[in-house]
């Protein structure tokens, strides 16, 4: 297949690389030179330590990079059959892009966005023909994460569906069919990780190194709240927070943190400024975690049953399949379970009361349960 990939920033880079790797040639455009002269020193020293570390043989390597190219005219897109577009998030640029690019390739070529938080409808709309357009969501970084959302709008045909399916699963990706809905599956699903650590620490009930300890050590996740805010960013992390907020008619479920807000402000966005919740500077110490076990498996226990809620809820509202859902935070964030295999071990009955008890005592619409948890709970069941 010929693929074209508009935008050679973090993310189309890595979309070439997946691509190429699995055997298509890519042509990726960009409009700013320093952007292509960028990626493309950044793939071959990727490939250098490919190769250094024998991942590749050096034939396999320049073979690979030989079938990436960088243009800098989007009209030498005209022979793709996919493209994918990862350019900045803004709405209107992407459907002035669309509507250009649906001049320029045949009438059977896909136009796929990247996007993470625009709605797949509104790019669409731009098109004369947005029954090929649909949303394939790589997650950062492309070539290591295995998840791929495939987002139809209500407006993508079957067929345009089922081929970006395809296409993307011979890539070696792990592809969740998900409704064109705020946040998709993982950043809707995974808020609460983030938004009820922060509470349960604004509320001060445990410091950061505690709450961390808690998911890590009773969980199994790899990295805790706190540890993976810095790693992705305040600034990054709250907007994504404040934009399904937005979307969702400001829910109280996904209500940003204002300590989160003040972080970021504050410029202590985490591993890449060298200080966040924790400091990264060579010698820093962290803060040692409380040793207080029952306080610990009590923040575990509220998060989970806060995840678990938001995932039976995704279910309910049919964002996507149970089994999709579940694909998605293991393979999309590297949760150790899939949150409804997890709520399927422990019991429906569980995450409700402890929520129901959590609705009690705060009186918030926050806390509400998914009326497809309480319909488990009630009848025992299971959703696997
Ligand atoms: N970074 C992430 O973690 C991540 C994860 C998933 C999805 N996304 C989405 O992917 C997209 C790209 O994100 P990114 O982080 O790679 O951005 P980036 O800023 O690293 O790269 C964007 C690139 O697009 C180019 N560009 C801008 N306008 C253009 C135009 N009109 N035509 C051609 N090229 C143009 C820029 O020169 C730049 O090189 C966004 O929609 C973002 O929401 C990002």
Same mark, same amino acid.
């Given at each position: 297949m010929n693929i074209g990939i508009i935008g050679a920033g973090s993310m189309g880079s890595g979309i070439a690389q997946v691509a190429a790797t699995a055997g298509e040639e890519v042509m990726v455009f960009d409009t700013n030179a320093t952007a292509i002269e960028k990626a493309g020193a950044s793939l071959n020293k990727v490939f250098t330590r490919l190769v250094e570390k024998q991942k590749y043989t050096q034939q396999e390597a320049d073979d690979i990079l030989g079938r990436i190219s960088f243009v800098?005219?989007?009209? $030498? $897109?005209?022979?793709?059959?996919l493209v994918i577009e990862a350019i900045i998030e803004n709405l209107e640029i992407k459907q002035t892009v669309f509507s250009k690019l649906e001049t320029i390739v045949s009438d059977k070529c896909i136009l796929a966005s990247n996007t993470s938080s625009l709605s797949i409808a509104s790019i669409s709309s731009?098109?004369?023909?947005?029954?090929?357009v649909i949303g394939i969501h790589f997650f950062n970084p492309a070539p290591l994460m295995k998840l791929v959302e495939i987002i139809p709008s209500i407006t993508t045909s079957h067929s345009v569906t089922q081929l970006s399916k395809q296409t993307i699963d011979s890539w070696k990706k792990v592809t969740a069919l998900v409704k064109d &809905?705020?946040?998709?599956i993982v950043n809707r699903v995974a808020r609460p990780f983030y938004g009820e650590a922060l509470r349960i620490y604004e509320e001060g009930i445990a410091d950061f190194a505690t709450i961390d300890a808690a998911m890590k050590e009773i969980?199994? #996740?790899?990295?805790g709240p706190f540890e993976l805010m810095d790693y992705i960013g305040n600034d990054v992390n709250y907007t994504v927070t404040e934009t399904v907020f937005t979307s969702f008619y #400001?829910?109280?479920?996904y209500k940003p943190s204002f300590t989160q807000k003040r972080f970021s402000e504050a410029g202590l966005l985490g591993r890449k400024t060298g200080k966040g919740f924790y400091e990264y500077s060579e010698n820093a110490s962290r803060p040692k975690p409380s040793e207080d076990e029952e306080l610990k498996r009590h923040i575990f226990d509220r998060i989970l049953a806060m995840l678990i809620n938001e995932a039976a809820d995704a279910v309910f509202w049919q964002v996507a399949s149970a089994e999709d859902i579940d694909l998605a935070m293991r393979?999309? &964030?590297?949760?150790?379970?899939g949150l409804l295999a997890w709520c399927d071990e422990i019991g429906a009955n569980k995450p409700l009361s402890l929520l129901e008890n959590l609705y009690q005592t705060y009186?918030?619409?926050?806390?509400r349960p998914s009326s497809l948890l309480r319909k488990m709970a009630k009848e025992n069941a299971s959703f696997f």
């Open positions: 800098d005219s989007m009209e $030498l $897109l005209e022979n793709s059959d731009a098109c004369k023909h947005p029954e090929r &809905t705020p946040g998709f969980g199994g #996740f790899r990295m #400001f829910d109280p479920r393979f999309g &964030t590297n949760y150790p379970k009186g918030e619409d926050r806390y």
